[in-house]
């Protein structure tokens, strides 16, 4: 590609393209960044700069990228064909994943609904939830509310935004949402019970509010032990359990939004397992395909499906599909990302690397501007703030967290900030070399941010 065809797609994507989640006036500013292609754990420009893909592309790389096996498994479903729907027909591939899913997620999650972004797979659980109580056996018409925590982030369909509660996300399209509870977010570094000490009073303000409602909730959705988007908030021990167990004793579904703990990020397979919990719903996405193309599952009990079975005229049907449900090349997709854990042993590598991740962290409890470094298997956050002592953020348009990451970008790591908190997810592939070398140019950067130099 030469300097002219370069420029000219820089042109187009700053005139046409509208970017997610991005202020497009500051990014018409900005040079473009245009990724070409990408080779294990770096992502290359067009212009040749090589970076180290330190967000996982977004939270969903698993092996790396231009992966052998991925690569030829999509390769030989696109020989046979690339899309057929499961509107009334199935496929080979969807058949054989939904299979290994089942085999795979907590026990008791026996049926396999798919879409196609962490989104649809949310949106789906909350639409089964609603209908299984008007539906089930004993039905409870008047349990159609949804519990959620403070903080939350689910997707950004209007089903997804009307439980999220990330204030500056959410807080405009309040007129176009349904009403939900909120549970306050167990936040160890904020904790507006405890302030630290985690006396764990965050779980009985949990146990209030769904003894309180229970009569009218139909679920209570959660990030299992992280919520991502919300700035990376790391459970204290045994909350999902607890959450788990309150659901149980007063008769509220739980649905688990593992859309981006799952697929080995919290070092196991799922979140849910850390703590033995088997939610009524799991909402599976990003990973599943090892980051390669766009596909999300929501896995459901037989209790939950059989709510659904009945005579043609009953209408007792899930009304609910979109048109590339189940597609041939995502599901060979995540059938491959799936063997690859068992075949490399991932899991079990990752270990090592998430224990070497913990010990390079310490070293940023020094930086002045660092409020908080916490870490649950391979997620890392980093928390800036503008005072140790008083734990001030910095304020929202100074844009901290964006300065580090262009910091970042400039020394060749990819990553994107939650505000002020500075995320770390990148893929599993990556070596303990590269983490070090991730580290490097973090703590630098956040050094010449935060303290004007480098030294
Ligand atoms: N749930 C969670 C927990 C997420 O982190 C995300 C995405 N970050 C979503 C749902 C939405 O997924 P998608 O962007 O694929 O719609």
Known sequence: MNAEQKHHLKHIDRTVVWHPFTQMQDYAREE??????GEGVYLEDIDGNRYLDGFSSMWCNVHGHRVAEIDRAICNQLDRVAHSTLLGLSNIPAIQLAAKLVQLAPSGLERVFYSDSGAT?????????????????NPRSQKTAF???TESYHGDTVGAVSIGGIAHFHRLYRPLLFSAIAAPAPHPYRCEHCRGSCDKTCFDALEQTIAEHAHRLAALIVEPLVQGAGGMFMHPPGYLKRAADLCRKHGVLLIADEVATGFGRTGTMFACERESVAPDLLCLGKGLTGGYLPLAATLATDEIYNAFLGDYADMKTFFHGHTYTGNPLGCAAALATLEKFETDRTLEKLQSKIA???????RFRTLKHVGDVRQTGFIAAL?????RASKTPYPFEDRIGHRVCDIARQNGLLIRPLVNTIVLMPPYAISKREIDHMLDIVFSAIQTVTEGDAQ
């Open 32 to 37: 473009p960044v245009v990724i070409a292609r």
């Open 383 to 387: 928390e800036l703030i503008s005072n």
């Open 356 to 362: 070497h991740l913990a010990d390079q962290l310490a």
């Open 121 to 137: 797979a949310v949106e789906i659980a909350l639409k089964m939830a609603f209908q299984y109580w008007q539906q089930c056996e």
């Open 147 to 149: 519990l959620h925590l």
